[in-house]
C-alpha cells in the first residue's frame, strides 16, 4: 500500500503508487520545477560483503570496482547477444551496494545474482518490502530532512544528464533532452516515507514521472522486450563501460 494513499486525490497505479492525484499536468509542472515529491514504487536489492562490486563489476555492464561510496550509477544485466535482461541504478554506501530497479523485476533480479555468487563473499536480499523509494528533482529535495524520523538509508542521482565515463552518446550534449535532468531518488524507511506523506509537500504521481521521463529520452526497464540491445536506447551514455566486458561470456 502506497504510503501517499491519504492524499486527497489520491488514485493508485496497479503496482501501488499514485498514478495522479487528479491534477497530472500540474503535478508534472510542479515536479519538473523541484517543488513535489513522486513516490516510484521501485524494487531494493541489496548486495552486501567485501567482493560485493568486483563480483557485479564481473557480471554486468558498467565498471563497478572501486566505486566510491556514495557514487551514483547504472548497470546493466545483458545475455550473451548483448540484450538487456535486467537493469539497475547503483549506489554503494561503504558496505552496502542498493540496487534500484522496476518493481516487478526486483525479485528476479535477485534471483539471477543468487545464482551467480559460487564462492565469493556476496550476499544477496530483496528488500523492496522494507523501503519505499522518493524521488524528486533538483539538488536540494522539497521536503526538510530535519522534519523526517530518519535520514535516508540511501540517496541515488540519476547519472543521465552527461554521458559517464566509459560510456558513449549519440546526440550532441547540447541538443540532447537530458541536459537538465537532476533526478534524485532516496530509499526511505516506511516511517519517513509516511511523515513525508503526512506532510504539506506537493505531491505528484506517476503520470507525471513518465512524461518527465520520455521527453528526456530517459530508457527504462519498462522500455525493454527480449531483442533490446542498450544501443537502441541510448543506454551506452550511463549504463555500459565499453573498455571492459560487458555480458555474459565476454
Known sequence: MSAFAGRAGFVATESGPAAHFGNPLGEQRLLARGRAVVELGLGVVTVTGPDRLSWLNSITSQLLTGLAAGVSTETLVLDQSGRVEHAARVVDDGSVAWLLTEPADAAPLA???????????????????????????????????????ETPVAEWVDPWASVTPGGWG??????????????????????????????????????????????????????????TIPHELDWLRSAVHLSKGCYRGQ
Open 111 to 149: 534471483a539471477w545474482l543468487d545464482s551467480m555468487r559460487f564462492m565469493l563473499r556476496v550476499e544477496v536480499a530483496d528488500r523492496s518490502a522494507d523501503f519505499a523509494t522518493i524521488g524528486w528533482f533538483g539538488e536540494s529535495a522539497p521536503f526538510a530532512s530535519t522534519d523526517l524520523p
Open 170 to 227: 549519440y546526440a550532441d550534449q547540447e541538443a540532447h533532452p537530458a541536459s537538465d535532468w537532476t533526478l534524485r531518488i532516496a530509499v526511505v524507511t516506511p516511517g519517513t516515507a509516511g511523515a513525508i506523506a503526512a506532510s504539506d509537500e506537493p505531491v505528484a504521481g506517476l503520470l507525471a514521472y513518465e512524461a518527465l521521463r520520455i521527453a528526456a529520452w530517459r530508457p527504462s526497464l519498462s522500455d525493454v522486450d527480449e531483442r
